[in-house]
């Protein structure tokens, strides 16, 4: 094709990356960590908060020791949000316990506590109560956890946050990374920052913090041998890719600001399209909007999601269904889910559009042309 990509959510390195990668390369500092982790797990922890973080390979990474470390285990469940990508779902398998699956809400499209509470008495009648909580902030939206965390508390359940698309998002006075015991965030290429593939954990538990990055490192016991009790991952990020961390966290407030640009150019240009409706954002939200997501019936467009997604394709741009619900994925069939059709609804009717913090308003005005075009192509004419 001829015509400029525009990808869903590219990689946006508009800072000092390469000034502190090379830093770290003419360092010598090339093995896992070295002092831009140290400098990256500083710097991270102040931004979102919290006491401590611990820099890891991947967002995946930071999920399975969350939940190593609050006791999963074989055998065990922990109940989760069904409308996420598959790595919350997965992680939860390395532990080789069993995922719950609870459907979302419309208010905030992540996990619904209503489902949430009514799981957590059935289980206390069955004296059966899941190892943890893991809930998930969806498109870079946190989830209700002023009343998750009432749960938690109240039937004595940990608490994990799944933050990997929502660093920057904020509920109320608290920062995304702030609630539950633990947060996992992810820098995945796709990512708000990222360093081509890592994660960090955050809690300010300074013993979980400890703990992580003993099991990071391979569980290495102290001793000037190889020796060890118990068995650990190679979890940790390297100090090259720390070095691009750093220098995306000191633009961060602008990258976020750039995403939520972007989904107001969509909202004013598509707002008056019958049948797209956009992802809320509940008063005391604050969204990331690490993706413009949207919905689109078709009884009202004229044209279903797919119709859009591939009359972009046809023109060499990126857009994406939202999440195939876990309890829909053929891995997960067995798995036990609640479920109020929430995310099989916008699974079947929702699309994400290109939302790169590095768009122009030409690429803007271009995706939206080819949405409008869709549409008003699909109106009979009299």
């Not at 770290?24 to 093995?31: G, M, P, R, T």
């Not at 609870?102 to 059935?122: G, K, R, Y």
């Not at 490192?217 to 060890?228: F, G, L, M």
Request: proline share 5%.
């Amino acid at each position: 094709m001829s015509k400029e990509r525009i990808y869903l959510s590219p990689p946006h390195a508009d800072g000092r990356e390469r000034e502190l990668l090379m830093d770290a390369f003419d360092s010598n500092w090339i093995a896992p960590l070295g002092p831009h982790v140290d400098g990256f797990e500083n710097e991270f922890a102040a931004q979102v908060g919290t006491g401590h973080a611990v820099a890891l390979s991947s967002g995946t990474a930071a999920l399975h020791l969350a939940l190593e470390m609050h006791g999963v285990k074989a055998g065990g469940q922990v109940l989760t949000s069904s409308f996420t990508f598959v790595a919350t779902a997965n992680a939860i398998r390395y532990c080789g316990a069993e995922p719950v699956f609870l459907d979302s809400d419309w208010e905030t499209w992540n996990m619904d506590p209503n489902l949430l509470e009514d799981e957590l008495h059935s289980c206390a009648k069955m004296n059966r109560m899941p190892a943890a909580v893991l809930a998930v902030d969806v498109n870079g939206q946190c989830a209700n956890y002023p009343a998750i965390e009432a749960l938690c508390d109240r039937f004595g359940v940990p608490l994990i946050e799944d933050a990997a698309e929502s660093l920057g998002a904020k509920l109320g006075q608290k920062n995304a990374g702030q609630f539950g015991r633990c947060a996992c965030f992810s820098f995945n290429g796709n990512k708000i920052i990222t360093t081509s593939g890592g994660g960090m954990l955050v809690t300010e538990d300074a013993d979980l913090a400890e703990r992580a990055r003993f099991l990071a490192t391979q569980a290495r016991d102290p001793a000037p041998h190889y020796q060890h009790s118990v068995c650990g991952y190679n979890y940790r990020l390297s100090n090259l890719l720390a070095a691009v961390g750093r220098a995306q966290l000191e633009k961060l407030s602008e990258k976020v600001d750039a995403r939520r640009r972007v989904f107001a150019y969509y909202q004013n240009a598509l707002s008056d399209v019958p049948g797209i409706e956009f992802m809320p954002e509940p008063e005391g939200y604050y969204s990331t909007r690490w993706l413009t997501a949207l919905t689109i019936d078709p009884a009202k467009a004229g044209v279903d999601r797919e119709q859009i997604r591939l009359a972009l394709a046809d023109e060499n741009i990126e857009a994406r269904p939202l999440w195939k619900p876990m309890h829909m994925q053929p891995v997960f069939k067995e798995c036990q889910s609640r479920n109020r059709m929430v995310s099989e609804s916008l699974f079947e009717f929702g699309l994400c559009l290109p939302s790169g913090s590095g768009m122009t308003n030409q690429q803007l005005q271009r995706v939206t042309d080819i949405i409008l075009n869709t549409v008003n192509s699909s109106v009979p004419t009299t």
